[in-house]
């Protein structure tokens, strides 16, 4: 039987699908406000964008990129854009995957590997711009199932998980028995905020693809997507991403001293609560 979507949240991931870029007013503020306000306003009139890199020319602060739909602003194509810094291209290669944020202008602000949870933008600014630091490996790694010390179901419901929190030892391996009891469609994901963050415009870029629905996964439309984008299969294997009523089991061991979240990156989840902290103990 066809699942009924709870109004709120289908609202929630209808409106971040199709929000509108929202200007404010002048008014009579001072000279700081304005600025503030200038600088959340450049902020929310970024777009994102994910894309396979054909062409750098960093001499002329140019990159091409075979791209999906940027925002309601632009269909999927092949097309030449400029970047804010020269710089922000060191290190990429053809071929490679990325994700992006882009002005209004088409011009690139930031640009990063898909999937990882550092971007160019802050290694330009603090003089580095290497990207041989592998950040999966921050995160821990598939774990062995002769290795697993106990196992943790995990119950995602419509904005919340239960449990809200792990405590897990420094180096364990953990079996965990993912559930969806929701009416959405709902992800339990293992990474850094950082790269839940980075995670987000590829998540969206689903959404455009027809690849997410509310309530299902349209398996069709990630095929398609992962031929012609190179991901839209969601196949990681520190991450479930289940409809309704399904269970899936995912064996990860945890590694030291990292700050971890565990969250569901749909559209809109996130910000609604959906993400919970595991505390790694010596």
């Not at 979507?5 to 929000?19: D, G, R």
């Not at 700081?32 to 009139?45: G, M, P």
């Not at 990063?112 to 971007?119: H, N, P, T, V």
Request: hydrophobic share 35%; charged share 25%; glycine share 8%.
């Amino acid at each position: 039987m066809k699942h009924k979507i709870p109004a709120l949240a289908l609202a929630t991931l209808v409106f971040l699908s199709n929000a509108p870029v929202l200007a404010s007013g002048s008014g009579g503020h001072s000279h700081e406000n304005s600025q503030s306000t200038s600088s959340n306003e450049t902020e929310k009139a970024l777009l994102s964008g994910v894309g396979e890199v054909k062409r750098i020319n960093q001499k002329r602060g140019k990159v091409t990129l075979k791209h999906g739909p940027i925002g309601s602003e632009m269909p999927g194509m092949t097309m030449e854009f400029s970047v804010s810094d020269p710089e922000l291209l060191q290190g990429f290669s053809k071929g490679q995957k990325v994700s992006f944020k882009i002005t209004k202008d088409m011009v690139i602000t930031e640009i990063k590997l898909a999937g990882s949870a550092e971007s160019l933008t802050s290694k330009a600014q603090d003089g580095h711009s290497d990207h041989s630091h592998d950040n999966k490996a921050e995160i821990g790694s598939p774990g062995e199932a002769s290795n697993v010390s106990r196992t943790i179901k995990i119950t995602m419901f419509d904005s919340y998980y239960e449990p809200k929190n792990l405590k897990i030892q420094e180096g364990e391996t953990i079996r965990f028995i993912v559930s969806n009891k929701g009416e959405l469609v709902h992800e339990f994901n293992i990474s850094t905020e950082a790269m839940h963050k980075a995670h987000a415009p590829e998540m969206m870029m689903m959404v455009d693809y027809g690849v997410l629905e509310a309530d299902r996964i349209n398996w069709e439309a990630a095929k398609k997507m992962q031929a012609s984008m190179g991901h839209g299969m969601h196949e990681e294997p520190n991450s479930a991403l289940l409809e309704p009523g399904k269970t899936r089991e995912l064996i990860w061991k945890f590694p030291a001293h990292v700050d971890l979240q565990y969250a569901c990156n749909v559209p809109g989840h996130y910000e609604a609560g959906m993400v919970g902290p595991v505390k790694l103990i010596h």
